[in-house]
């Protein structure tokens, strides 16, 4: 470890202390599974601790007129009324820059449920990982964001500048929590994302949409399938299409994601169709995202899509009407990360005294909520937690890297302040 001035050191001594509610925080967050439109449980119980800590508390809802005016907001077919983020907004009215802690309370579906080693939302902890669904993916980050302001206050440190804390939720869907916090005006000069990336300088992330396609078929009895039109067997006939314009996008690629051999992928996460199973399929439909590189625009992507999706069923001279192709959920821009912004000098500043080594690189392959602040233009970075087998079967967070994690947050509001 670098030299620390006296405040700085009694800081972390301060985080090393509240480690243990830290991780209290943690578990409580996990043991609510808080997937789309489920997140009142995840959201009262951020609300008690922020109380607890002596936080400011202010809700921001999602179903505000004036956020589906916005000309980034994702469209999206499912209800919004009554829920809503939670922020933390500390010296509104002060002066100096304002810094910005951000991070996502929803999660992605973890059925099967049976396929864990326990229930996704009974968080345990071994060989110094700590599992459970949103564990990695970020709800360690959270705890380690809110607990750094915690350590800062407690080692009688005055946080006099502005700062707000945002815990969101559809950072895994649409993307429209944290825009909901920008336009009501929560946005500031520089954010940090504790996304679980690891303890490295996120440089960059691309852009993705989110489709639907549906076929419609003919149902008929199985006595006689000619009867009918089988829109499962035209769906799967369809998929080629998507992945030819897959490789397409990594075929154009540049720098600097010529760096990777395939950054833009393809995902179709999500098949139904048909209703009975001695009746030929009325209807299929997949869901899926696509990523794509910073500088394209997401309509260009959406109508590549939606052309070769048509183009592919008009060629094989499949049945039915042309395919329906929409797009709920994410719709958002790439962007590379400016490097130039003070903010980022100061973070790889609190890695390498906290470290002694200086702060690594990392190209993203998928989006964060960072995209908002963007288009805000708001600069900022993720700097976060080791997860494993996120979205995945038995995710997990590298305790170790949480305690990494709220020192470098902590360390950074110090900086940040004595900058100002």
């Not at 005294?353 to 998928?366: D, F, R």
């Not at 708001?378 to 976060?384: D, K, L, Q, S």
Request: with cysteine.
């Amino acid at each position: 470890m670098m030299m620390l001035r006296d405040h700085e050191q009694r800081v972390l001594e301060r985080c090393d202390a509240l480690f243990d509610r830290t991780l209290d925080l943690l578990r409580e967050l996990v043991a609510e599974y808080s997937v789309l439109g489920e997140e009142a449980g995840v959201l009262a119980t951020m609300q008690r601790w922020f109380e607890r800590l002596e936080l400011p508390v202010e809700r921001v809802p999602l179903d505000d007129p004036g956020l589906a005016a916005h000309p980034c907001h994702a469209p999206v077919d499912w209800p919004c009324a009554g829920r809503y983020n939670l922020v933390s907004a500390l010296n509104r009215d002060a002066g100096g820059p304002h810094l910005v802690f951000n991070g996502h309370l929803d999660v992605v579906p973890a059925e099967p449920i049976d396929t864990w080693t326990r229930p996704p939302w009974e968080p345990w902890e071994e060989d110094g990982w700590l599992y459970g669904r949103g564990a990695g993916d970020m709800k360690a980050g959270i705890a380690a964001m809110v607990m750094a302001v915690a350590a800062v206050r407690e080692a009688g440190v005055a946080l006099d500048f502005p700062l707000t804390l945002q815990t969101v939720i559809e950072e895994e869907c649409s993307g429209n929590g944290a825009l909901a916090c920008i336009q009501r005006g929560h946005h500031g000069d520089f954010v940090l994302i504790p996304e679980p990336f690891g303890a490295r300088l996120y440089t960059g992330q691309v852009g993705v949409v989110r489709f639907r396609i549906r076929v419609d078929g003919v149902p008929a009895h199985v006595l006689d399938t000619a009867a009918g039109s089988d829109a499962i067997d035209t769906m799967l006939r369809l998929l080629p299409a998507l992945k030819a314009l897959e490789e397409e996008l990594n075929a154009e690629r540049t720098a600097p994601y010529d760096s990777h051999a395939h950054p833009f992928n393809l995902n179709v996460g999500r098949l139904e169709g048909g209703n009975w199973a001695s009746s030929v399929p009325a209807h299929a439909i997949v869901e899926g995202r696509l990523g794509f590189a910073p500088g394209v625009s997401p309509a260009t992507i959406m109508q590549r899509l939606r052309d070769g999706v048509r183009r592919a069923h008009a060629e094989q001279g499949l049945p039915g009407g042309p395919p329906r192709v929409d797009f709920p959920g994410f719709r958002s821009e790439g962007h590379l990360v400016d490097l130039d912004s003070p903010g980022i000098a100061l973070l790889g500043d609190c890695h390498r005294a906290l470290t002694g080594k200086p702060i690594e690189p990392y190209l993203s392959t998928c989006t964060t909520d960072l995209r908002a602040f963007h288009v805000a233009g708001v600069a900022g970075t993720c700097y976060g937690p080791v997860a494993e087998r996120i979205h995945g079967i038995d995710e997990r967070v590298d305790i170790a890297s949480i305690r990494h994690v709220l020192k470098a947050y902590a360390l950074f509001l110090c900086r940040w302040r004595d900058s100002a």
